[in-house]
């Protein structure tokens, strides 16, 4: 059981380039996140997902799109990096209709230059 | 969203116990109240989670007064390994849970 995986675990970019950021997980959780964390800040949500292809917006969704073609995968896309994206994303998933904690992934440090 | 407020950072000695309080004045009827725990370049960690009263388990102790329109997340004597940020969140089990993070806390245990 190795919960929720993230790859790759670091990234650089220049401005334009595009990529994909990949979240899996194996606890069969429905709702699956991600998060951007910016130094010294909290976490914001980008996009989550309640359901194999069912994606919602966050807090902070521009730039960003999302897929959720499978229950245990969560693909987050950068269609065209900005330096504003540098950041350090989390992924999260959790179980659905309780109060169950949501666990994370261990991020990914991506750099835009 | 219920927002939380809570203290930006707070410096202990190890040994002692450590106390967060947590603002929450607009926690619905439905919302928990969950503490999340991270340290660098790692992903939040639960901690503990209550409705009410009080919460205890083998790391922390959750406070929750009557209105529920505060809660203290309680550290017993902490060492130097639980130096890290932490969070206090506010929310219900409805569809896509959207947990908002605030600042969260800054804790410094020293020798």
């Known amino acids: 059981n190795a919960g929720v995986t993230q790859t790759p675990k670091f990234r650089v970019l220049k401005t334009g380039q595009s990529m994909t950021l990949l979240c899996a997980q194996d606890?069969?959780?429905?709702?699956m996140y991600w998060y951007r964390q910016d130094p010294g800040m909290g976490l914001r949500l980008i996009h989550y997902s309640v359901g194999e292809g069912t994606t919602a917006k966050g807090e902070v969704p521009d730039g960003y799109n999302v897929s959720r073609l499978k229950k245990q995968n969560f693909l987050l896309g950068l269609e065209s990096a900005a330096p504003s994206q540098t950041s350090v994303y989390f992924c999260?998933?959790?179980?659905?209709?309780?109060?169950?904690?949501?666990?994370f992934g261990p991020g990914t440090r991506l750099t835009v230059l | 969203l219920a927002k939380t407020t809570q203290p930006i950072s707070m410096d202990s000695y190890e040994g002692q116990e450590v106390n967060i309080t947590c603002s929450h004045n607009n926690i619905a009827t439905n919302d928990y109240i969950t503490w999340y725990q991270q340290f660098p370049s790692q992903g939040p960690r639960f901690i503990i989670q209550?409705?009410?009263t009080k919460v205890t388990n083998e790391v922390a102790s959750l406070f929750i007064p009557a209105d529920r329109k505060s809660s203290t997340l309680s550290l017993p004597r902490v060492s130097l390994s639980d130096t890290a940020v932490y969070y206090c969140?506010?929310?219900?089990?409805?569809?896509?849970?959207?947990?908002?993070f605030g600042g969260g806390t800054r804790v410094l245990v020293k020798p």
């Open positions: 209550g409705y009410k």
């Open positions: 606890m069969n959780h429905e709702y």
């Open positions: 969140l506010v929310g219900g089990k409805a569809a896509g849970n959207k947990l908002t």
């Open positions: 999260a998933s959790r179980l659905a209709g309780s109060t169950d904690t949501q666990y």
